[in-house]
């Protein structure tokens, strides 16, 4: 079956860089929009970053542009996500998503919606 298995989320203090990775199974990678989302305590979850198949097109949301950087092997089918100067506020529950096969269009990429596979999740905490 589809599925997504996130690691890598850790304790870190305010300024460190973290690297979360989520592998996929079950479906086919290489055409499928990947995506990452994280939800705060007592927040709603929000939109981080996408990445198209093949590397193509990535977006990211204003709060971690710049410092967030997302990636893909599709040799290893398994999609990245390299945090930087990370902060308080980067502390959530990191998702990691799937469109497979592709069928959002650019426009839809930001919202929860157009993902149908979903992780579970790994815990990234930001310290002073």
């Known amino acids: 079956q589809e599925q997504l298995v996130e690691s890598g989320g850790g304790l870190v203090q305010a300024g460190d860089s973290l690297k979360i990775s989520c592998a996929a199974s079950?479906?086919?990678?290489?055409?499928?929009?990947m995506a990452w989302f994280r939800q705060a305590p007592g927040k709603e979850r929000e939109f981080v970053a996408f990445?198209?198949?093949?590397?193509?097109?990535?977006a990211y949301a204003d709060s971690v542009k710049g410092r967030f950087t997302i990636s893909r092997d599709n040799a290893k089918n398994t999609v990245y996500l390299q945090m930087n100067s990370l902060q308080i506020e980067d502390t959530a529950v990191y998702y990691c998503?799937?469109?497979?096969?592709?069928?959002?269009?650019?426009?839809?990429?930001?919202?929860?919606?157009?993902?149908?596979?979903w992780g579970q999740g790994t815990q990234v905490t930001v310290s002073v």
């Open positions: 998503a799937a469109d497979p096969p592709p069928r959002s269009i650019l426009s839809q990429l930001r919202y929860m919606s157009a993902y149908s596979v």
């Open positions: 079950g479906f086919t990678f290489t055409s499928a929009t």
């Open positions: 990445i198209r198949s093949y590397g193509g097109t990535t």
